[in-house]
Nanobody, 124 residues
């Protein structure tokens, strides 16, 4: 069973950047579609982006497109989320997730592995 460890969150001013990382415990990391979600206080967990097993294809939520970039390094068993032009409304706990079965996973139930989350706070 794969374990995912999120890191890279923190406090940043509006307009700034952060790069989140998610390290997987298994060498079969390349078998999983990897995604990022976020959850703000009092809100449901929201899809951010996902990336294909090879890293060749990525898909973004419309509200994040152009500001966030998802990437992966299968040799390092790690997926990244580069976040630029951050806004206060991007404040949330960010979770990485892995999907064994769904090649275009967009919804929470389509992911069977989850990281513990990393807090991102954007100040105005």
């Amino acid at each position: 069973q794969v374990q995912l460890v999120d890191s890279g969150g923190g406090l940043v001013q509006a307009g700034g950047s952060l790069r989140l990382s998610c390290a997987a415990s298994e060498h079969t990391f390349s078998n999983y579609v990897m995604g990022w979600f976020r959850q703000a206080p009092g809100k449901e967990r929201e899809f951010v982006a996902h990336i294909s097993r090879s890293g060749g294809t990525a898909y973004y939520s419309d509200s994040m497109k152009g500001r966030f970039t998802i990437s992966r390094d299968n040799a390092r068993n790690t997926v990244y989320l580069q976040k630029n032009s951050l806004k206060p409304e991007d404040t949330a706990v960010y979770y990485c997730a892995g999907s064994s079965y769904y090649p275009t996973a967009l919804r929470v139930f389509e992911y069977n592995y989850w990281g513990q989350g990393t807090q991102v706070t954007v100040s105005s």
